[in-house]
């Protein structure tokens, strides 16, 4: 690639980036999922009259509390991060983001300062009906704040509904309704969202299991792990299927990171899936240290090729496809869309030197041409691929997205088994006879936050070297600053958010050693 | 009795709500006020300017430093 910026200074903004939005991620799928489960045993309670349900409902409300309490905000860091470290990507997409990003600013304040406040202060100050409604509306307001930030990422994923302004040098709105209603927007807040559901329902089974074991709180574990497995089974079945359909859209418009989930070097027709496998130390291709060989690998015939395109013998293209290009099934090879990359860059540099110069005449004729349908569809679609020299810079990371990857797949299925068997031990009233499941079901907390955080490495790290998909590599979106500030605050932000996070398992662990109020 | 207008009312509710906190929902209100301080007051002002907006005053000169630096591939 050419060294347009510091690789220190890139690596280390990325890295900075990760960590802030990765501890982000560690507070609000819980808030995502608990919220609803919270909401069903507040329904039990208006509807039973049992206050041993107002008692459950409680508990979990602290849990919750704390939970959103601690990381609330975190996620502005990464606005802080926008602002200064990507100065060149914000400018690029600032309108598209403004929308999303304000809406979701106010829509968040609304909501935390109405409908929790009322869950918190409310319980016999507001009817009981009125208290249940702000339970629902903070898990749904959860849930649409969730939205705007992934339809953001989704935009990231798949630019659709603008046009790049060359006056301005940034992508303008044409349509917020292709922006909210993408596919990729659409996959992405289901799928991410359902995954919240799993975590917290995951997260609920587990420390009544703790209590089970504990032999204190049982009506309050049982009844929580009745609700959670029922809610945890279903919103499983709904998060296969809504990565089923990202897979698709993945297939569709990300092929390279669709081949590097798979390990798919050379394509084919009638693909199999690999269900499990692991790279060796060998490279499959001498041009590149990132392709490494199977060791082992267990492949299900034609999976994958109906899991991408819904044929069990259509082509799926490997990278190699996707590098060299392949005639037959239509996919140009990277050094055209460098080259064609290189035409959208020299043409863009032209109008910008017409306009320092004051050729207006020039400049409106430039600009007629790089805004016209022909040149964005053939050169200004491959504009972001005019940096690289290299094709091997167009690969991500091979093992850490096929990794991150499988181990997202196999923990969602290990859920289901867990949500499967916690129901059929509770109906035969065996659950707290059976000490190792309530043990696995304890070791799975963390497992469901590693679930969690794989599906965020495929997304982000599979999307490599993208920060807007074809148009704008993460090399060129860095500000040019000294590495050497990023990397301190990237070790205030360690540090910061470790504090934070050891404070929120504090107190909730102690929360949870104190049990509901009696 | 009369019942007081709506915003005294919710002004009650909102410190009501809060004299009555728990001894957690302190712990945690402690740990919000000094993320926010920390957030706004220390990293947003020290380490986290705004390039664009720090370094040029105008929407069109921010334009025209994206444009060259996003042309620029040496």
Do not use: C
């Given at each position: 690639?050419?060294?347009?910026?510091?690789?220190?200074?890139?690596?280390?903004?990325?890295?900075?980036?990760a960590?802030t939005?990765?501890?982000?991620?560690?507070f609000?799928?819980?808030?995502?999922?608990?919220?609803?489960?919270?909401?069903?045993?507040?329904?039990l309670?208006?509807?039973?009259?049992?206050?041993?349900?107002?008692?459950?409902?409680?508990?979990?409300?602290?849990?919750?509390?704390?939970?959103?309490?601690?990381?609330?905000?975190t996620?502005?860091?990464?606005?802080?991060?926008?602002?200064?470290?990507?100065?060149?990507?914000?400018?690029?997409?600032?309108?598209?983001?403004?929308?999303?990003?304000a809406?979701?600013?106010?829509?968040?304040?609304?909501?935390?300062?109405?409908?929790?406040?009322?869950?918190?202060?409310?319980?016999?100050?507001?009817?009981?009906k009125?208290h249940?409604?702000?339970?629902?509306?903070?898990?749904?307001?959860?849930?649409?704040?969730?939205?705007?930030?992934?339809?953001?990422?989704g935009?990231?994923?798949?630019?659709?509904?603008?046009?790049?302004?060359?006056?301005?040098?940034?992508?303008?709105?044409?349509?917020?309704?292709?922006?909210?209603?993408?596919q990729?927007?659409?996959?992405?807040?289901?799928?991410?969202?359902?995954?919240?559901?799993?975590?917290?329902?995951?997260?609920?089974?587990?420390?009544?299991a703790?209590?089970?074991?504990?032999?204190?709180?049982?009506?309050?574990?049982?009844?929580?792990?009745?609700?959670?497995?029922v809610?945890?089974?279903?919103?499983?079945?709904?998060?296969?299927?809504?990565?089923?359909?990202s897979?698709?859209?993945?297939?569709?418009?990300?092929?390279?990171?669709?081949?590097?989930?798979?390990?798919?070097?050379?394509?084919?027709?009638?693909?199999?899936?690999?269900?499990?496998?692991?790279?060796?130390?060998?490279?499959a291709?001498?041009?590149?240290?990132?392709l490494?060989?199977?060791s082992?690998?267990?492949?299900?015939?034609?999976?994958?090729?109906?899991?991408?395109?819904?044929?069990?013998d259509?082509?799926?293209?490997?990278?190699?496809?996707?590098?060299?290009?392949?005639?037959?099934?239509?996919?140009?090879?990277?050094?055209e869309?460098?080259?064609?990359?290189?035409?959208?860059i020299?043409?863009?540099?032209?109008?910008?030197?017409?306009?320092?110069?004051?050729?207006?005449?020039?400049?409106?004729?430039?600009?007629?041409?790089?805004?016209?349908a022909?040149?964005?569809?053939?050169?200004f679609?491959?504009?972001?691929?005019?940096?690289f020299?290299?094709?091997?810079?167009l690969?991500?990371?091979?093992?850490?997205t096929?990794?991150?990857?499988?181990?997202?797949?196999?923990?969602?299925?290990f859920?289901?088994?867990?949500?499967?068997?916690?129901?059929?031990?509770?109906?035969?009233?065996?659950?707290?006879?059976k000490?190792?499941?309530m043990?696995m079901?304890i070791?799975?907390?963390?497992?469901?936050?590693?679930?969690?955080?794989?599906?965020?490495?495929?997304?982000?790290?599979?999307?490599?070297?993208w920060?807007?998909?074809?148009?704008?590599?993460?090399?060129?979106?860095?500000?040019?600053?000294?590495?050497?500030?990023?990397?301190?605050?990237?070790?205030?932000f360690?540090?910061?958010?470790?504090?934070?996070?050891?404070?929120?398992?504090?107190?909730?662990?102690?929360?949870?050693?104190i049990g509901p109020?009696h | 009795?009369?019942?007081?207008?709506?915003?005294?009312?919710?002004?009650?509710?909102?410190?009501?709500?809060?004299?009555?906190?728990s001894?957690w929902?302190?712990?945690?209100?402690?740990?919000?006020?000094?993320?926010?301080?920390?957030?706004?007051a220390i990293?947003?002002?020290?380490?986290?300017?705004?390039?664009?907006?720090?370094?040029?005053?105008?929407?069109?000169?921010?334009?025209?430093?994206?444009?060259?630096?996003?042309?620029?591939?040496k």
């Open positions: 690639m050419i060294e347009i910026a510091d690789a220190s200074l890139v690596d280390w903004s990325r890295a900075q980036f960590l939005a990765m501890y982000h991620w560690v609000v799928p819980l808030t995502l999922g608990i919220t609803f489960i919270l909401a069903f045993m507040e329904t309670y208006v509807k039973t009259g049992n206050e041993e349900w107002k008692k459950i409902t409680k508990f979990w409300m602290t849990i919750f509390g704390i939970n959103f309490a601690i990381g609330v905000a996620g502005i860091i990464l606005e802080f991060e926008f602002g200064t470290n990507w100065s060149n990507y914000s400018w690029f997409v600032g309108d598209i983001f403004g929308a999303p990003l809406i979701e600013g106010i829509l968040a304040f609304f909501m935390e300062s109405t409908f929790i406040a009322i869950m918190f202060f409310g319980w016999n100050k507001v009817g009981r009125t249940l409604l702000a339970t629902w509306l903070t898990a749904i307001g959860a849930n649409l704040s969730a939205l705007w930030i992934l339809v953001a990422n935009w990231m994923q798949k630019p659709v509904g603008m046009v790049f302004n060359p006056e301005t040098a940034r992508n303008e709105m044409q349509s917020f309704w292709d922006v909210l209603f993408s990729t927007a659409v996959d992405k807040w289901l799928h991410a969202t359902s995954s919240g559901f799993v975590l917290a329902s995951v997260f609920v089974i587990g420390i009544s703790w209590y089970l074991l504990k032999n204190r709180e049982i009506m309050l574990a049982k009844k929580s792990i009745v609700v959670a497995s809610f945890g089974l279903l919103s499983s079945v709904y998060l296969v299927w809504t990565g089923d359909n897979a698709r859209t993945i297939a569709h418009d990300q092929p390279m990171k669709f081949a590097a989930l798979e390990g798919l070097y050379n394509g084919s027709e009638g693909a199999g899936l690999v269900a499990i496998g692991m790279f060796s130390s060998n490279v291709d001498p041009t590149n240290e990132n490494k060989d199977f082992m690998k267990l492949e299900i015939p034609n999976f994958l090729s109906y899991m991408a395109f819904l044929d069990w259509a082509f799926v293209p490997g990278v190699h496809d996707l590098i060299n290009g392949n005639e037959k099934y239509g996919y140009m090879s990277a050094n869309k460098i080259e064609r990359g290189k035409v959208a020299a043409k863009l540099g032209e109008f910008k030197e017409a306009k320092k110069a004051g050729n207006d005449s020039l400049a409106t004729a430039l600009k007629a041409e790089l805004t016209s022909d040149f964005q569809n053939n050169y679609k491959y504009f972001g691929y005019g940096y020299t290299n094709t091997n810079d690969i991500p990371n091979v093992p850490l096929f990794y991150s990857f499988h181990i997202m797949v196999g923990l969602g299925f859920f289901i088994l867990l949500f499967i068997l916690s129901l059929i031990y509770i109906w035969k009233g065996t659950f707290e006879k000490k190792w499941f043990k079901a070791i799975s907390i963390p497992l469901a936050y590693v679930a969690s955080q794989a599906g965020w490495i495929v997304a982000e790290v599979g999307r490599q070297p920060v807007v998909q074809d148009l704008m590599p993460t090399i060129s979106a860095v500000t040019k600053i000294s590495s050497g500030s990023v990397m301190l605050t990237f070790w205030l360690a540090v910061l958010f470790t504090v934070l996070l050891i404070a929120e398992l504090k107190i909730m662990f102690r929360q949870i050693k109020k | 009795m009369e019942k007081a207008n709506i915003f005294i009312r919710i002004w009650r509710f909102y410190t009501g709500g809060f004299k009555n906190m001894s929902g302190r712990q945690v209100w402690i740990i919000i006020l000094i993320k926010l301080f920390i957030m706004f990293l947003k002002i020290f380490f986290f300017p705004d390039f664009l907006k720090t370094n040029f005053s105008t929407d069109e000169e921010r334009s025209s430093h994206v444009l060259e630096e996003i042309t620029n591939t």
